[in-house]
């Protein structure tokens, strides 16, 4: 299947945005357009009767889908979180048109019929696409079907590091920048879980401008983790890791964290919960041992704790309050956004007899608030974030920041206005994340105007 994608056809294909651009626009257009002429073609056909019918079923489809959404979402909480109401409401919508076209496509003939079979099919990929906006995970074509988009690290290795990054600093007020290129790369490579056997699907990794130059300095390592559903991939596309990365380090001499992505699952249909168990493997020990002993050996990166952070998105966000204060000696930041209170996957009885083999004080030894109180006291760093529309998310968010403050952890808490349990409170929350640990880590000063953005609410933790 990869391979396939190697047609220049199928990878212009593969790179078309969907997020963005005269694809959404297209679309939404002529599904608008297909409605529309369904209502011209019963009124100049005089068929007032039959108008009403399909309007009335479409505001009843359009009832039972909103309030189908709602139930799953909000009531059973089917998907572990709230879909937001931006996603209930597109969903209600898209069964309103969906149910309209089926009656015109009874009531019509000939060429009719077909139009309105193609209204159907416009409004399901309009409906989804417009879904997709709002959460941001798929990004192009060719992220739908997992195509491979970064080249193999192993080709071009960077250089080993050969000066701290206060001599990099020093040397750039001096107008003696090492030569590096204006942008950082993204690779992708396969960090073997040699100590836990844990079988991950390939990671990928973004090098900074200065990680790039042939006298590297020792830079600061953020590893991300993604959703689940997700890959690193996602991460990369739908967090829009390199403009993230690039701007930053632009606006301070080429320097930027490396960021690796690594693979806490091992599928997409599997959850780890970020814990070694009997279900998926050994995923603590891959993410603990493993992968920082791999960026160690090949990346020009720090060795202190001060210098590294893990964080991730929903259950990466859930995995980096897990794993940053159970391994303190690691990582001595955590940046997580939209995690949950404790690692979930349905029954939680079940959940604890599975991967814990019903040891219930295992399980507890990995609900984050847990796990912070018992490393106090604790020198590590917080940023966490959740967005607007995601009321849970901020619930468990202010939870864990009133325990990492109360162990002595340094805290900031930001809420992404306008975005809910999606990629765009990661983009946005993201930015002033990298510049508060950017400035602990040394890399410079924060640029205010982003940390002050107005789509960002820092809140107060007592």
Request: charge should be positive; charged fraction near 15%; aromatic fraction near 8%.
């Given at each position: 299947?990869?391979?396939?994608?190697?047609?220049?056809?199928?990878?212009?294909?593969?790179?078309?945005?969907?997020?963005?651009?005269?694809?959404?626009?297209?679309?939404?257009?002529?599904?608008?357009?297909?409605?529309?002429?369904?209502?011209?073609?019963?009124?100049?056909?005089?068929?007032?009767?039959?108008?009403?019918?399909?309007?009335?079923?479409?505001?009843?489809?359009?009832?039972?889908?909103?309030?189908?959404?709602?139930?799953?979402?909000?009531?059973?909480?089917?998907?572990?979180?709230?879909?937001?109401?931006?996603?209930?409401?597109?969903?209600?919508?898209?069964?309103?048109?969906?149910?309209?076209?089926?009656?015109?496509?009874?009531?019509?003939?000939?060429?009719?019929?077909?139009?309105?079979?193609?209204a159907i099919l416009l409004t399901v990929l309009?409906?989804?696409?417009?879904?997709?906006?709002?959460?941001?995970?798929?990004?192009?074509?060719?992220?739908?079907?997992?195509?491979?988009?970064?080249?193999?690290?192993?080709?071009?290795?960077?250089?080993?590091?050969?000066?701290?990054?206060?001599?990099?600093?020093?040397?750039?007020?001096?107008?003696?920048?090492?030569?590096?290129?204006?942008?950082?790369?993204?690779?992708?490579?396969?960090?073997?879980?040699?100590?836990?056997?844990?079988?991950?699907?390939?990671?990928?990794?973004?090098?900074?401008?200065?990680?790039?130059?042939?006298?590297?300095?020792?830079?600061?390592?953020?590893?991300?983790?993604?959703?689940?559903?997700?890959?690193?991939?996602?991460?990369?596309?739908?967090?829009?890791?390199?403009?993230?990365?690039?701007?930053?380090?632009?606006?301070?001499?080429?320097?930027?964290?490396?960021?690796?992505?690594?693979?806490?699952?091992?599928?997409?249909?599997?959850?780890?919960?970020?814990v070694d168990s009997p279900v998926y493997g050994?995923?603590?020990?891959?993410?603990?041992?493993?992968?920082?002993?791999?960026?160690?050996?090949?990346?020009?990166?720090?060795?202190?704790?001060?210098?590294?952070?893990?964080?991730?998105?929903?259950?990466?966000?859930?995995?980096?309050?897990?794993?940053?204060?159970?391994?303190?000696?690691?990582?001595?930041?955590?940046?997580?956004?939209?995690?949950?209170?404790?690692?979930?996957?349905?029954?939680?009885?079940?959940?604890?007899?599975?991967?814990?083999g019903g040891d219930r004080a295992k399980f507890?030894?990995?609900?984050?608030?847990?796990?912070?109180?018992?490393?106090?006291?604790?020198?590590?760093?917080?940023?966490?974030?959740?967005?607007?529309?995601?009321?849970?998310?901020?619930?468990?968010?202010?939870?864990?920041?009133?325990?990492?403050?109360?162990?002595?952890?340094?805290?900031?808490?930001?809420?992404?206005?306008?975005?809910?349990?999606?990629?765009?409170?990661?983009?946005?929350?993201?930015?002033?994340?990298?510049?508060?640990?950017?400035?602990?880590?040394?890399?410079?000063?924060?640029?205010?105007?982003?940390?002050?953005?107005?789509?960002?609410?820092?809140?107060?933790?007592?």
């Amino acid at each position: 299947m990869k391979s396939v994608w190697k047609d220049p056809m199928l990878k212009w294909l593969a790179q078309i945005r969907l997020t963005s651009g005269g694809l959404p626009i297209a679309l939404f257009a002529l599904t608008a357009l297909a409605l529309v002429v369904l209502v011209v073609i019963a009124l100049l056909d005089r068929r007032f009767k039959d108008l009403l019918r399909q309007v009335g079923m479409g505001i009843i489809c359009g009832a039972v889908g909103l309030l189908l959404a709602w139930l799953l979402s909000d009531v059973f909480m089917v998907f572990g979180v709230s879909l937001g109401w931006m996603v209930i409401l597109a969903v209600g919508l898209g069964f309103l048109a969906a149910g309209f076209s089926v009656m015109a496509l009874i009531h019509n003939h000939g060429w009719r019929r077909v139009l309105a079979a193609l209204a159907i099919l416009l409004t399901v990929l309009s409906t989804a696409l417009r879904i997709d906006i709002i959460y941001g995970e798929f990004t192009t074509v060719g992220s739908i079907f997992s195509v491979p988009i970064y080249p193999n690290l192993t080709r071009t290795p960077p250089e080993r590091a050969t000066m701290s990054v206060e001599e990099w600093r020093n040397l750039s007020s001096e107008g003696r920048t090492p030569s590096h290129p204006a942008q950082g790369r993204t690779y992708t490579t396969r960090i073997v879980g040699t100590e836990s056997n844990f079988h991950a699907r390939p990671a990928d990794i973004y090098l900074p401008p200065a990680a790039l130059s042939t006298k590297p300095p020792a830079l600061p390592v953020f590893v991300l983790l993604a959703g689940q559903p997700g890959s690193p991939d996602r991460l990369f596309t739908a967090g829009g890791i390199q403009d993230l990365m690039d701007s930053y380090a632009a606006r301070h001499n080429g320097l930027a964290p490396i960021v690796v992505s690594p693979d806490q699952n091992g599928s997409s249909t599997h959850n780890t919960l970020c814990v070694d168990s009997p279900v998926y493997g050994n995923a603590e020990t891959y993410l603990s041992r493993d992968v920082p002993a791999w960026i160690r050996q090949h990346l020009p990166v720090a060795a202190q704790p001060s210098m590294w952070a893990i964080g991730g998105f929903s259950q990466g966000g859930t995995c980096s309050t897990q794993l940053g204060p159970r391994h303190p000696k690691i990582y001595g930041n955590m940046l997580p956004a939209d995690g949950e209170l404790e690692p979930t996957q349905g029954n939680q009885d079940q959940m604890i007899k599975d991967y814990f083999g019903g040891d219930r004080a295992k399980f507890l030894a990995q609900v984050p608030t847990r796990a912070i109180a018992a490393k106090a006291p604790s020198g590590q760093a917080l940023f966490t974030a959740a967005g607007s529309m995601d009321p849970h998310s901020q619930k468990n968010m202010m939870a864990i920041a009133k325990a990492a403050k109360s162990a002595g952890m340094t805290v900031e808490v930001v809420v992404a206005q306008g975005s809910g349990h999606d990629w765009h409170t990661v983009r946005t929350a993201w930015k002033p994340g990298l510049e508060w640990l950017g400035e602990r880590m040394g890399l410079g000063p924060m640029d205010r105007a982003i940390e002050d953005h107005p789509n960002i609410t820092r809140l107060q933790v007592r």
